[in-house]
């Protein structure tokens, strides 16, 4: 398995790590940097650090590269326009990560 670096990533401070990954086969689809402790809905293209999917290209959806179930459909948000994937629930499992 190899993990591809995001270029758009931006260190956000106060965050914590999350390992997204998919619900059906167990492959990790991001590493994703998590403000707050509310659930997590959307990922922000911009918060996520590296992952199994080339984030360098914009893509409509997040498909897992094993099994091809959709974890994410691509949308921008209204108030400050930046580009977002909101999650399908019971498509991924979460996991923090420590350190």
């Known amino acids: 398995m190899t993990l591809r670096k995001n270029p758009c990533c931006v260190k956000v401070r106060?965050?914590?790590?999350l390992e997204?990954?998919?619900?059906?086969?167990?492959r990790l689809i991001a590493r994703y940097q998590?403000?707050?402790g509310s659930s997590l809905v959307?990922?922000?293209?911009?918060?996520?650090?590296?992952?199994?999917?080339?984030?360098?290209?914009s893509h409509g959806a997040l498909f897992c590269?094993?099994?091809?179930?959709r974890i994410?459909?691509?949308?921008?948000?209204?108030p400050d326009r930046k580009?977002?994937?909101?999650?399908?629930?019971?498509?991924?499992?979460?996991?923090?990560v420590c350190g």
Do not use: N, W
């Not at 106060?14 to 790590?17: A, M």
């Not at 590269?65 to 179930?69: F, H, S």
């Open 14 to 17: 106060g965050s914590h790590i």
């Open 20 to 26: 997204v990954s998919c619900a059906r086969c167990d």
């Open 34 to 36: 998590k403000v707050g």
């Open 42 to 57: 959307k990922m922000y293209r911009e918060r996520i650090t590296e992952g199994s999917i080339d984030f360098s290209q």
């Open 65 to 69: 590269p094993d099994c091809g179930a």
């Open 72 to 78: 994410a459909t691509r949308y921008i948000t209204k």
């Open 83 to 96: 580009e977002a994937y909101r999650l399908t629930p019971s498509a991924f499992h979460k996991r923090k």
